[in-house]
Each structure stands twice: as structure tokens, then as C-alpha cells.
């Protein structure tokens, strides 16, 4: 009876949780109460008004105003953040190999460059400027110039030409290194950073420098008396041509004179001289002189040649020029003042009436005016009838040297004639003589002669 009495009446259990103590329908009550207010708390919640879709937020409740990752770190390499617009990004504009040409000036080289850029892109893009350098091989600017860029327009290519100038200091490198670059573009496409081109001052000079030229010409002028005896002097001119627009230098101007069969450089030359080196002027010429002394000797030549040689300079670039021309030997004769002979005839009837002659003396003399000596022979003198010339009279002598600046008697003779030869009516008498002359060591001579007409009077 006692369990019926139990079961009858309610349950009191108790947990305990904690310090406190929970009965069964307590919780059983709070647990239908908190489902309600959640049904209650959801319902609302779908019927009330919405003033906008997305509600405005202060900045003050955002992480950070300042994105984690920077947004340039993001485009692809080589590429700055002002090229991207939109979804798309620029490419890079594409450089072609310089191209280059070169011409002198007159102070030095000028270059025309042309640079070939290509904008790949959809839309025009605009170089700002470029920068054109030359530099050395250490690196350092020989010359720095800036150009006015341009717009180029979507998927073309276009050319920039520019116009350098190299002074004449900075060609004594032996090689110089171009550089055109560019530095900023709008809008801002990745641009090439440089491009460039090794240049080979020497091989460059080599090329656009015209070779200059030797004009020459030689001829034997005069027999003269130096250095104490008689040499022939020999005339040597011309002009060094230049036909570059700048200013070229010349080492020593060599002549040598070679018999005309001979070899430069591998025979002997019988004379040498030099002149002293010197500025040949731009697009003109240095015209040059100089005598040279030959031995008497070379007038048994029938002809003579002169090679002439000098080396051309414009810092580093080299260039030898050599001519050879071919002169005549003149006659001897023409080279000095040929000798003088001047006759004195004196005649007339002698005092012995027994044996009357008739005596006709001649003296002759010759004077030389030449500083130098001239070597005689034999002379002949030979009286003639002028009018029929027939031959009356001759004798002979000779004489060996006369020298120079001198007058020196040839002959001095008388020749007798008679009545019967000279007639009733009587004649002219002419008087004339010759002798080859010549110089020492010479084989041409030199004729002399003379003539005089004297009365014979019966």
C-alpha cells in the first residue's frame, strides 16, 4: 500500500546543478518558454520593412582602410599599376634593332638614327621623350642628348629619327656604345628600357673618310753650283688633296728619285728630301715644294721618276698615299748659260814690198758665266770665202777647262795671203770656229761657235 500510496501522488526529483537545485518541470516549463520566444523573435524578423539592400556601414567598424596585398604587386612582372584599365593590362612595347648612319662633319661624325617601336596594343600609347647616348668602354657619356617622343598609334609600328653629333675628342675611342632609351609612356605601357649598338671608331672613320690624294709633278729646272759643284736641281710640287669636310694631318712628305727602271723601296733611290708634316685644310688641299740636288750623272739617263709618300692622320685613323710619275731629262744645254766665243780679226797688207802678204790675225776667246766649270776640247777655226765658201784657211787647238765666271783666251792666230789670193777686187773673209763642251762626268756636249766677217782689200 505504502508503493500505491507513492505512485499516486507526483514525483518530486531534483537535479542539481551546481549550487542550485532544478526540478524536472521546472525545466520542463522554462525550455517551452524559450522555443516560444524564438518562433516569436524568427517571425518578426520576416516581416518587417527593409530601407535598403545593403545598409550603410561606418569606417570606423572596418579592419583596416588599407588593403593587405598592394595592388601593383598583383600585375604581372615589368608591368607598373597605372597599366592596367579594367580587366585588361598593356603590354609592353616592343624595340627593333637601331639602325644607323653615319656621315662626317665638320667636327666631327654625325649620326642619323632610326628607332623602330611597336605598341601591341588595343589603344594609342605615347613616349613621353627619349635619351640618346654615346658611351666609352668605361661606361662614362660622351655625348647625352634628349628627343621629343610621340604617339603611336594601336597595333603599329613607327620610326623615331635622331640626329647626333660625335666631336672629333671623343673618335680617339676605339669603339663607343649607342644607347636610346626611354623613360615614361601615356598611359603608362611598359616600355623598352634601352636599346644599343656598339660602334667601331676605327672601322667607321675607315669607312667615310675619302682617301686623300697625291698630286705631283717634277721636272729638272737648271744646272746650279751646290754645295760646291755643279748638281742638277730638281723642281718637285703638287698637292695633298682633301676632300673630307674636316681638317687631316700628314706625317713627313717623303720624294725619292729613281733612274726609270728602278723599283721604289727596293732599288736605291739617287736623291731623297723630305718636308715637314702639316694641316691639310677640309675640302681643299696643301700644296707642297721642294728642290732636290741630283748628281750630273743623272743627265745620262733618258728619263727619271719621283716617288713620293706620306701617312695621313685623324686620331686614330692611318692611311698611307704614295705617287710615282715619270719626268724627262732635258737637253744640257738648256740647264746652264751656254759659254760665249767672241772672235777679234785684225788684217792688212805687210810693209816688205818685196814679198807683200797680206796677214789676217785672229784672237778668239770664251767666257763662261756659270758659277761652275766647263771642261773644253778642240777647237777648230776655219776661214771661208763668204761668198762662195769655199775654204781658204783652218787651224786647231784645244783647251781643257774653263772655269766658272771667267773668260779665257782659245786661240790667237795669223794667216797669211797674197796678192794672187785675194785678187784684184778682193773678198769678205769669214771667220768661224766651234768647240764641244761640256761638264765632268757628263756624256752630252755643248757646242760653241761663232762667226765674223771681215773685208780682205786688195
Not at 187 to 214: F, M, W, Y
Amino acid at each position: 500500500m505504502r508503493l500505491l500510496d507513492r505512485l499516486s501522488h507526483p514525483i518530486n526529483i531534483i537535479f542539481r546543478i551546481g549550487r542550485f537545485q532544478v526540478r524536472p518541470l521546472s525545466l520542463l516549463v522554462f525550455t517551452s518558454l524559450m522555443i516560444l520566444v524564438l518562433v516569436v523573435l524568427s517571425g518578426c524578423s520576416t516581416i518587417m520593412p527593409t530601407a535598403s539592400k545593403t545598409a550603410p556601414t561606418s569606417a570606423a567598424i572596418l579592419p583596416s582602410s588599407k588593403p593587405l596585398i598592394p595592388a601593383s604587386s598583383l600585375l604581372p612582372s615589368g608591368t607598373s599599376a597605372a597599366a592596367t584599365t579594367g580587366k585588361s593590362t598593356l603590354k609592353s612595347l616592343e624595340a627593333f634593332p637601331l639602325k644607323v648612319k653615319a656621315s662626317l662633319s665638320s667636327h666631327g661624325v654625325s649620326l642619323s638614327i632610326e628607332a623602330m617601336i611597336r605598341n601591341p596594343n588595343s589603344e594609342n600609347v605615347t613616349i613621353d621623350d627619349f635619351k640618346v647616348s654615346t658611351l666609352n668602354a668605361s661606361g662614362s657619356n660622351c655625348t647625352q642628348d634628349t628627343f621629343p617622343g610621340g604617339s603611336i598609334e594601336a597595333i603599329t609600328s613607327k620610326v623615331f629619327t635622331f640626329n647626333i653629333e660625335i666631336p672629333g675628342q671623343f673618335l680617339a675611342e676605339r669603339e663607343l656604345t649607342l644607347e636610346v632609351s626611354t623613360q615614361t609612356a601615356t598611359p603608362a605601357a611598359p616600355l623598352p628600357i634601352k636599346s644599343d649598338l656598339q660602334i667601331n671608331v676605327s672601322d667607321t672613320l675607315e669607312r667615310l673618310i675619302i682617301h686623300p690624294g697625291l698630286n705631283l709633278q717634277t721636272s729638272i729646272s737648271k744646272i746650279s753650283y751646290f754645295p760646291g759643284q755643279p748638281m742638277v736641281e730638281a723642281e718637285v710640287e703638287g698637292t695633298i688633296t682633301n676632300p673630307n669636310p674636316l681638317d687631316l694631318n700628314f706625317t713627313y712628305l717623303w720624294f725619292q728619285i729613281y733612274n726609270k727602271n728602278d723599283v721604289p723601296t727596293r732599288d736605291s733611290p739617287i736623291q731623297s728630301a723630305s718636308i715637314p708634316g702639316a694641316v691639310i685644310p677640309a675640302s681643299t688641299g696643301y700644296p707642297f715644294k721642294s728642290t732636290l740636288y741630283l748628281p750630273l750623272a743623272v743627265l745620262n739617263q733618258t728619263g727619271l721618276k719621283t716617288y713620293a709618300y706620306t701617312s695621313v692622320q685623324y686620331l686614330n685613323y692611318l692611311q698611307s698615299i704614295n705617287n710615282t710619275v715619270a719626268f724627262s731629262v732635258p737637253k744640257v744645254g738648256s740647264l746652264l748659260s751656254i759659254p760665249q766665243l767672241t772672235f777679234n780679226v785684225k788684217s792688212g797688207w805687210n810693209n816688205n814690198e818685196a814679198n807683200k802678204i797680206y796677214v789676217v790675225s785672229v784672237t778668239g776667246e770664251i767666257t763662261n758665266d756659270n758659277a761652275f766649270s766647263i771642261t773644253g776640247g778642240d777647237f777648230k777655226l776655219n776661214l771661208y770665202n763668204n761668198a762662195t765658201g769655199a775654204l781658204l784657211k783652218s787651224a786647231t787647238t784645244s783647251i781643257d777647262i774653263v772655269k766658272g765666271s771667267s773668260t779665257r783666251s782659245v786661240i790667237n792666230a795669223s794667216f797669211d795671203f797674197t796678192q794672187q789670193d785675194i785678187g784684184r777686187k778682193g773678198f769678205d773673209l769669214a771667220v768661224a770656229g766651234d768647240i764641244n763642251m761640256g761638264l765632268v762626268g757628263v756624256n752630252e756636249k755643248i757646242p760653241v761657235s761663232a762667226r765674223i766677217v771681215s773685208p780682205l782689200v786688195p
